[in-house]
């Protein structure tokens, strides 16, 4: 059948200079129990390469209410269930596309490619905990409203230095401080029993012997070149989830909070984050949709006592003494 422009224009946003999408996506990975062939109200099959149109023109254009579904021919309805089978699919399938595990010569590469952004030795991921609006839980629930007062899910994400996400924690109340996020992740038991490299974090998070995060009040040319060197390479996992939110406008607070509960909000962002990852293997560059505004001003935060323990004091002030005196 004649591809709808609609169809062509979601393409374009997935994967950049119109590859045709079922060429990049593998319907072979994606497991049959979700995306059996479905039917409408008017009993009309809908296939899983529709379901997959169907689901990817909402990702990223974060309305049921858009061109897609009349392009293809299936009410709002249908496209909603397409949209909830091809999230189970993808989230079925993100251990594949989203993992911190990896083999030796591509943890190497990429050690090496960050110490090319700003000469910091040994960073295996910068890591970042982003809020997502959703609306209100059904339930008297304040644990998802956030510092800033709106309902949200709170998302830990960790990539490398190409802006590939190594791993995505999207499942937590967006109540929760960044530092409890950490504490109770996965990332956080992986990296307390590992002894190879560290992970860069910002202000909010404490100093730890696997987490270097920048000096508070620097006293010297040299830790003043290390904050320096240390927030440009915090940055792209900033960029990072700007570039997921242009792609995914269903993300983008801009254009209105998920209209789902926490958990199907939790797997849509998920998916999103599988679809990056994707696209990234299939060679797009993470930041050929970055959004081109300025990003908030970040935010002031007070060093707490007890933070910081004198190992990863050591580490940190050997680094800055080997790297940037």
């Given at each position: 059948?004649?591809?709808?422009?609609?169809?062509?224009?979601?393409?374009?946003?997935?994967?950049?200079?119109?590859?045709?999408?079922?060429?990049?996506?593998?319907?072979?990975?994606?497991?049959?129990?979700?995306l059996?062939?479905?039917?409408?109200?008017?009993?009309?099959?809908i296939?899983?390469?529709?379901?997959?149109?169907?689901?990817?023109?909402?990702?990223?254009?974060?309305?049921?209410?858009?061109?897609?579904?009349?392009?293809?021919?299936?009410?709002?309805?249908?496209?909603?269930?397409?949209?909830?089978?091809?999230?189970?699919?993808?989230?079925?399938?993100?251990?594949?596309?989203?993992?911190?595990?990896?083999?030796?010569?591509?943890?190497?590469?990429?050690?090496?490619?960050?110490?090319?952004?700003?000469?910091?030795?040994?960073?295996?991921?910068?890591?970042?905990?982003?809020?997502?609006?959703?609306?209100?839980?059904?339930?008297?629930?304040?644990?998802?409203?956030?510092?800033?007062?709106?309902?949200?899910?709170?998302c830990?994400?960790?990539?490398?230095?190409?802006?590939?996400?190594?791993?995505?924690?999207?499942?937590?109340?967006?109540?929760?401080?960044?530092?409890?996020?950490?504490e109770?992740?996965?990332?956080?038991?992986?990296?307390?029993?590992?002894?190879?490299?560290?992970?860069?974090?910002?202000?909010?998070y404490?100093?730890?012997?696997?987490?270097?995060?920048?000096?508070?009040?620097?006293?010297?040319?040299?830790?003043?070149?290390?904050n320096?060197?240390?927030?440009?390479?915090?940055e792209?996992?900033?960029?990072?989830?700007?570039?997921?939110?242009?792609?995914?406008?269903?993300?983008?607070?801009?254009?209105?909070?998920?209209?789902?509960?926490?958990?199907?909000s939790?797997?849509?962002?998920?998916?999103?984050?599988?679809?990056?990852?994707?696209?990234?293997?299939?060679?797009?560059?993470?930041?050929?949709?970055?959004?081109?505004?300025?990003?908030?001003?970040?935010?002031?935060?007070?060093?707490?006592?007890?933070?910081?323990?004198?190992?990863?004091?050591n580490?940190r002030?050997?680094?800055?003494?080997?790297?940037?005196?």
């Amino acid at each position: 059948m004649a591809i709808p422009i609609a169809i062509l224009d979601c393409d374009l946003l997935l994967h950049g200079r119109g590859h045709k999408t079922m060429d990049r996506f593998d319907l072979d990975s994606v497991s049959d129990h979700y995306l059996l062939t479905t039917r409408t109200q008017r009993s009309r099959a809908i296939s899983p390469e529709v379901q997959i149109l169907a689901a990817l023109g909402f990702y990223t254009s974060g309305s049921f209410q858009t061109s897609m579904g009349d392009a293809i021919g299936i009410s709002q309805a249908s496209m909603s269930r397409c949209v909830t089978n091809v999230t189970r699919a993808l989230v079925e399938k993100a251990p594949h596309f989203i993992s911190f595990s990896r083999d030796s010569c591509s943890r190497d590469q990429s050690v090496q490619d960050f110490q090319r952004v700003a000469e910091i030795p040994g960073v295996r991921g910068v890591l970042d905990c982003v809020q997502v609006a959703i609306k209100a839980p059904n339930s008297e629930d304040s644990s998802y409203i956030n510092k800033k007062g709106f309902h949200s899910i709170g998302c830990q994400l960790v990539c490398d230095a190409r802006g590939l996400l190594l791993s995505a924690e999207t499942c937590w109340p967006g109540g929760l401080k960044d530092t409890e996020i950490l504490e109770r992740s996965s990332i956080s038991k992986i990296m307390q029993s590992s002894e190879d490299g560290w992970l860069l974090g910002g202000r909010p998070y404490p100093l730890k012997r696997w987490l270097l995060t920048p000096i508070f009040y620097p006293a010297s040319p040299a830790e003043l070149r290390y904050n320096l060197a240390h927030a440009a390479t915090c940055e792209i996992v900033d960029r990072t989830f700007r570039a997921i939110q242009t792609r995914f406008r269903c993300l983008d607070g801009s254009k209105g909070y998920l209209q789902y509960s926490p958990e199907k909000s939790s797997s849509i962002l998920l998916a999103c984050c599988v679809l990056h990852n994707a696209s990234l293997q299939s060679g797009l560059d993470a930041w050929t949709l970055e959004r081109t505004e300025a990003p908030e001003q970040p935010e002031t935060y007070e060093q707490c006592p007890g933070d910081e323990d004198t190992e990863s004091e050591n580490i940190r002030k050997e680094l800055i003494l080997k790297h940037f005196s």
